[in-house]
């Protein structure tokens, strides 16, 4: 039972760790944050596109690139699969669109300045309507770097339970053989001496809490593998669930090993403490 308490524990926070791992693995177009798109109006001609076109490619704030009427339809056409629709139409009723990707120099802060380059792209003449493509992609950033003080949280708060269970655990072990104890004391035995088998239970009971945990995780991303992927292939992404590396199972289980070490240190050395102090067993 307390294995299955530890590892349940341990699982927590490394499947949080595992899917933050897995959605970074996610393609979110992060170089097309703060692009710009501008519609012109309708009507445009191509030449004062071209002159908005090197009014932008001329600051050294932005770059941008020009889709024409027709190269437009036919995104759409091949986009959307609805070509006999389209057909119908006698005239074309796309504008004239540019891309517009800010570079932002390092040091400054992206929403600001991209609001600076969209108002001044919106006074120049012929743009009808603009949209800013970052917000979104800004709230997601913000949400993973909350998934990162989650985790910090609770691994802390996780370990500290790892201990406490553990200490709880291997204190009752230590109050069930307190005779043994003492007359151990009595015949010599040293306080190093007496430690040393809780000690190795608490590590034991820490290594395999840590194994639970990665076997638990091992079963957790088998089965939402499929489900995932047809929730993934909705959206036009591929994602395959990737569990730790073997070196980070190496570590897993070191950490749980020394978890469960510095709870069974503690537990004995307060009960040494309490059965010392009664003068249960010498000092040594």
């Known amino acids: 039972m307390t294995v299955m308490v530890l590892g349940i524990a341990m699982a927590l926070p490394l499947g949080l760790f595992i899917t933050l791992e897995n959605l970074k693995g996610i393609d979110f177009h992060t170089e097309e944050w703060g692009s710009i798109t501008v519609f012109m109006q309708a009507g445009a001609e191509a030449g004062q596109v071209e002159e908005l076109l090197d009014a932008i490619n001329a600051r050294i704030d932005a770059s941008a690139t020009a889709i024409s009427p027709e190269k437009g339809m036919e995104e759409f056409r091949s986009s959307t699969g609805m070509g006999h629709v389209i057909d119908v139409l006698e005239t074309n009723p796309l504008p004239w669109v540019l891309m517009v990707r800010p570079e932002i120099p390092e040091g400054q802060e992206l929403a600001a300045e991209v609001q600076k380059l969209s108002e001044w792209i919106q006074a120049q003449a012929g743009v009808d309507a603009i949209q800013l493509d970052f917000k979104w992609l800004q709230r997601l950033a913000g949400l993973l770097q909350l998934g990162n003080a989650l985790l910090t949280i609770l691994t802390a708060l996780f370990s500290l339970a790892v201990v406490v269970v553990i200490a709880n655990t291997i204190r009752m072990d230590v109050a069930n053989r307190a005779e043994e104890i003492e007359v151990l004391s009595l015949v010599g035995a040293g306080d190093g001496f007496i430690r040393l088998p809780f000690l190795?239970?608490?590590?034991?009971?820490?290594?395999?809490?840590?194994?639970?945990?990665?076997?638990?995780?091992?079963?957790?991303l088998s089965y939402?593998?499929?489900?995932?992927?047809s929730l993934m292939d909705a959206y036009g992404n591929t994602l395959s669930l990737s569990g730790l590396s073997v070196s980070r199972a190496v570590i897993v289980l070191a950490i749980g090993g020394l978890l469960g070490f510095a709870g069974a240190g503690m537990a004995v050395e307060r009960y040494l403490w309490v059965l010392r102090r009664g003068g249960l067993i010498r000092n040594l």
């Open 200 to 220: 190795y239970s608490g590590f034991w009971y820490g290594l395999m809490g840590a194994f639970l945990a990665l076997v638990l995780l091992s079963l957790c």
């Open 224 to 229: 939402l593998q499929q489900p995932l992927q």
